[in-house]
């Protein structure tokens, strides 16, 4: 199997970044990547961000082209969602017109086309062959594991949140909250994540799954 590093950039733009309360700059970016390549490591992921108030077209597109520049062989490009809890939450950050953001959308849809990444779900795009085997198998709501503290897992009709405490999980008490979900469940949730891919459904091995 292909090694594959992910890289939580989110933006090139140091304004953007300082919005977000990152504390890393395009320096550090750089030195990573020149370290992935020290170490021979070709196969990297990076995840980035749209629909910030502040962010116009020109910045975003200076984003992706960098990305391309960087011959980045997958990335993972998310729309802002700003929760209460959160400290954007908590400051009242807006979030960019519905209408600006749609459009950014597009933009990252054709430009990342036009630059030989194919578009495979809602927010990944990624170079022929590149696709995230691990994130497919949530998207084709198959069993995983989760390990170490705070990991979820889902394996059969149980979904897991492994504790947070350290003591705890040395101890062996590694769950601390399990769902068992119903057959109505598994129907929904196999659908919502399916509905994410390009390719969707298959309709096949979901009435073999569910009847």
Same mark, same amino acid.
């Given at each position: 199997? $292909?090694?594959?590093?992910?890289?939580?950039?989110?933006?090139?733009?140091? +304004?953007?970044?300082?919005?977000?309360?990152?504390?890393?700059?395009?320096?550090?970016?750089?030195?990573?990547?020149? %370290?992935?390549?020290?170490?021979?490591?070709?196969?990297?992921?990076?995840?980035?961000?749209?629909? !910030?108030?502040?962010?116009?077209?020109?910045?975003?597109?200076?984003?992706?082209?960098?990305?391309?520049?960087?011959?980045?062989?997958?990335?993972?490009? %998310?729309?802002?969602?700003?929760?209460?809890?959160?400290?954007? +939450?908590?400051?009242?950050?807006?979030?960019?017109?519905?209408?600006? $953001?749609?459009?950014?959308?597009?933009?990252? $849809?054709?430009?990342?086309?036009?630059?030989?990444?194919?578009?495979?779900? @809602?927010?990944?795009?990624?170079?022929?062959?590149?696709?995230?085997?691990?994130?497919?198998? %949530?998207?084709?709501?198959?069993?995983?594991?989760?390990?170490?503290?705070?990991?979820?897992?889902?394996?059969?009709?149980?979904?897991?949140?492994?504790?947070?405490?350290? @003591?705890? %999980?040395?101890?062996?008490?590694?769950?601390?909250?399990? @769902?068992?979900? +119903?057959?109505?469940?598994?129907? !929904?949730?196999?659908?919502?994540?399916?509905?994410?891919?390009?390719?969707?459904?298959?309709?096949?091995?979901?009435?073999?799954?569910? +009847?």
């Amino acid at each position: 199997m $292909r090694s594959r590093r992910l890289i939580g950039i989110q933006s090139f733009n140091e +304004g953007l970044l300082n919005e977000m309360g990152r504390s890393h700059n395009n320096l550090d970016t750089i030195n990573t990547m020149y %370290y992935l390549d020290k170490v021979g490591i070709k196969n990297r992921s990076i995840d980035l961000m749209y629909g !910030f108030k502040s962010q116009t077209m020109e910045m975003l597109e200076n984003d992706l082209q960098t990305a391309v520049n960087m011959d980045i062989t997958h990335i993972s490009i %998310y729309e802002l969602e700003v929760h209460p809890d959160t400290i954007l +939450g908590m400051k009242g950050y807006q979030l960019a017109a519905d209408e600006i $953001r749609y459009q950014m959308y597009c933009r990252i $849809r054709n430009f990342l086309n036009e630059h030989s990444y194919r578009q495979y779900e @809602v927010s990944n795009f990624c170079l022929a062959h590149h696709e995230s085997r691990h994130n497919m198998i %949530y998207w084709h709501y198959e069993d995983y594991y989760g390990a170490g503290l705070a990991a979820s897992g889902k394996i059969g009709n149980e979904r897991y949140d492994n504790t947070r405490n350290f @003591v705890e %999980y040395l101890k062996g008490n590694h769950r601390d909250n399990v @769902v068992r979900l +119903g057959r109505e469940d598994l129907r !929904f949730e196999a659908i919502m994540m399916g509905l994410r891919l390009i390719e969707g459904i298959n309709i096949a091995k979901y009435d073999e799954r569910y +009847g």
